[in-house]
């Protein structure tokens, strides 16, 4: 599995997310304390927003602990939305096509967790990816793909529904193929605008996930924390693991829940993934 966070609000400099906080990113790609595995050393990718009409992405199969590229380009960009994610494989190749997150156009995707049995599904859930998307799949992962089977059902127009509805397709697919839990997922996509944030699993027991509590109830708390008192209001973060071990910070995602982060109001929402009982038209 993986550890992935997000974050959106006043511009911060890469390295105060994934390298200064007492638990940060960097560290949980050795020490993680809530993952599948301790270590996620099978590569990282980042992706951020500045210049241009698309985000910028960095991807390296480098352990993120040992890359001193990332401490480099983390010291010198700033960027008001930030999605950044570290790999444990769980059976794809090692390589930067599978470093997510991945991107299409402004969109970018980052997902922990597995589609079971992908060799099995992998065909099917393929062959309903849109065929003016299909070429864009580098990689691959199950990450990817279901990102690409979220674009065909309408992604870019309704993120809620285009997941709800491609986690239907997975698990009606899985199910053909005897797959008991077909999908496990926290997942995060945005446009570069909002952040959308998903927390499911066919078994009802998901991987870990947390949100942070507004800035202003935690400058009241910590009035001396510098930190806090150069980040603006709407500043947020999204966490496969806590940051730090600040008391009230942090807030688990319901479980079969998603979150809605944008500029003046943030929004929590069960998920239900739609049923599907017959496979999508592929024609």
Same mark, same amino acid.
């Given at each position: 599995?993986?550890?992935?966070?997000?974050?959106?609000?006043?511009?911060?400099?890469?390295?105060?997310?994934?390298?200064?906080?007492?638990?940060?990113?960097?560290?949980?790609?050795?020490?993680?304390?809530?993952?599948?595995?301790?270590?996620?050393?099978?590569?990282?990718?980042?992706?951020?927003?500045?210049?241009?009409?698309?985000?910028?992405?960095?991807?390296?199969?480098?352990?993120?602990?040992?890359?001193?590229?990332?401490?480099?380009?983390?010291?010198?960009?700033?960027?008001?939305?930030?999605?950044?994610?570290?790999?444990? =494989?769980?059976?794809?190749?090692?390589?930067?096509?599978?470093?997510?997150?991945?991107?299409?156009?402004?969109?970018?995707?980052?997902?922990?967790?597995?589609?079971?049995?992908?060799?099995?599904?992998?065909?099917?859930?393929?062959?309903?990816?849109?065929? =003016?998307?299909?070429?864009?799949?580098?990689?691959?992962?199950?990450?990817?793909?279901?990102?690409?089977?979220?674009?065909?059902?309408?992604?870019?127009?309704?993120?809620?529904?285009?997941?709800?509805?491609?986690?239907?397709?997975?698990?009606?697919?899985?199910?053909?193929?005897?797959?008991?839990?077909?999908?496990?997922?926290?997942?995060?996509?945005?446009?570069?605008?909002?952040?959308?944030?998903?927390?499911?699993?066919?078994?009802?027991?998901?991987?870990?996930?947390?949100?942070?509590?507004?800035?202003?109830?935690?400058?009241?708390?910590?009035?001396?924390?510098?930190?806090?008192?150069?980040?603006?209001?709407?500043?947020?973060?999204?966490?496969?693991?806590?940051?730090?071990?600040?008391?009230?910070?942090?807030?688990?995602?319901?479980?079969?829940?998603?979150?809605?982060?944008?500029?003046?109001?943030?929004?929590?929402?069960?998920?239900?993934?739609?049923?599907?009982?017959?496979?999508?038209?592929?024609?």
């Amino acid at each position: 599995m993986c550890r992935w966070l997000a974050y959106s609000g006043s511009p911060v400099l890469l390295e105060e997310l994934l390298l200064k906080p007492k638990h940060s990113l960097i560290d949980q790609s050795l020490h993680s304390r809530l993952g599948a595995e301790t270590t996620n050393g099978d590569g990282f990718g980042v992706g951020w927003y500045g210049v241009g009409d698309t985000p910028g992405v960095f991807h390296s199969v480098e352990p993120a602990w040992n890359d001193r590229n990332l401490r480099e380009v983390g010291a010198h960009v700033m960027s008001p939305l930030v999605f950044a994610h570290i790999r444990a =494989s769980s059976g794809t190749a090692v390589q930067q096509t599978n470093c997510h997150p991945f991107r299409h156009g402004r969109w970018l995707w980052m997902h922990n967790g597995v589609i079971r049995d992908f060799h099995a599904v992998k065909r099917d859930l393929v062959l309903a990816v849109d065929p =003016s998307f299909y070429p864009e799949i580098k990689g691959s992962t199950d990450s990817e793909t279901f990102f690409y089977l979220a674009l065909t059902l309408g992604l870019e127009e309704d993120p809620p529904r285009a997941v709800q509805e491609a986690v239907g397709f997975i698990e009606a697919t899985g199910r053909r193929w005897g797959v008991e839990h077909p999908i496990q997922m926290t997942v995060a996509t945005t446009n570069g605008e909002s952040i959308w944030a998903f927390r499911y699993s066919s078994e009802g027991k998901s991987r870990s996930l947390f949100f942070s509590t507004e800035v202003r109830t935690l400058k009241m708390l910590y009035p001396d924390d510098i930190r806090l008192q150069a980040l603006g209001d709407e500043s947020r973060l999204v966490v496969s693991e806590p940051l730090g071990n600040l008391v009230g910070a942090w807030n688990e995602v319901p479980e079969s829940s998603y979150g809605l982060i944008k500029p003046g109001r943030d929004e929590l929402h069960t998920f239900t993934p739609t049923r599907m009982p017959e496979p999508l038209s592929t024609t």
